[in-house]
DNA sequence: CAATTAGTTGACTATATACTCATATAGTCT
DNA sequence: AGACTATATGAGTATATAGTCAACTAATTG
C-alpha cells in the first residue's frame, strides 16, 4: 500500500521540474488551454502536454474541457503556496551567498 | 547560465522522494548524525549518506561535524512549511476523494 | 601505531524521466 | 462526409536516479 511519505513525493515530484515549473507559473492568473501554454513557455505541443497530463494525475492540475480545447488550472491555492515557500528559500539563499561574498 | 525556475526544480527535486522525505520527518525535531539517521528511516548507510549529501548540496539541510559524527539539519524553518503544506494538500485530496465516494 | 567507529565514494545495475518525431483521436465547421 | 484544429499517445533515445556492495578516508581510543 502507497504510503503517505509517496503521496506528498509524487506531488513534491509534480512541480520539480523546471518545464512543469514554467508551467505554473503561467498559470497563476487561471486556467489556459495547451494552445496557449505550450507556445508561452517554449517547448513541444507533445512535451507540454505530457507535463500536464502528469500534473493532473498526481493532482497539481485541474482539467476542464471546452469544444476541442482543454483547459488546465492550477487546482489549489496551496500548490502555489508551495512553490511561493520555494521561491523564498531561493532568495534567501542567495542572499546568505552575497553577505558571505561582502564577508571576504 | 541557470535560472531561478532551475534552483527551485532543485530544492523541490530534494524533498521529492520517499527516502528523503523520511529524513525530513525525522530531522524535524532537530540536528541528528548519520548513525541515528539511517536506522531510523530502515536505509542502508551509503544509501543515506548519498541522500545526505544530496540535500545538503542543494541547501535543504546543513551539516556540522563533531569528532567522528557528522550531524545533518533542516537547513531553515521554510524547508519544513513547504513540506507541512504539501502534507495538507494530500489531506484534502484524501478527504476530496472519501467525499465523491460517499456521494455514491 | 593498530584497531575501531563514522561517514563517504567508486563502480555497477535497474528503473525512471524528459524529450522528439510521427501518428492517432476527438471535436468543429462547411 | 471531408478538411481542419486541438490535444494525446506510441515508440525511440539519451540521461538521471535510487539502490547495493565493496573499498576508502578520517577521527578516536587503547
Redesign the pocket.
Known sequence: MKELVDFRADIL?ALA????LKIIDFLRDGER???EIFPAIG?????T??????MLAAGVLS?RKD?????YAIKSPEILEVVDTVTLIVKQEAAGRHELLKAV
Chains 1, 2 share one sequence.
Open positions: 515530484k521540474q523546471p518545464t512543469r488551454c495547451v494552445c517547448e513541444e505541443q507533445s512535451n502536454s505530457r507535463h500536464l497530463n502528469m482539467r469544444g476541442l480545447k482543454i483547459y
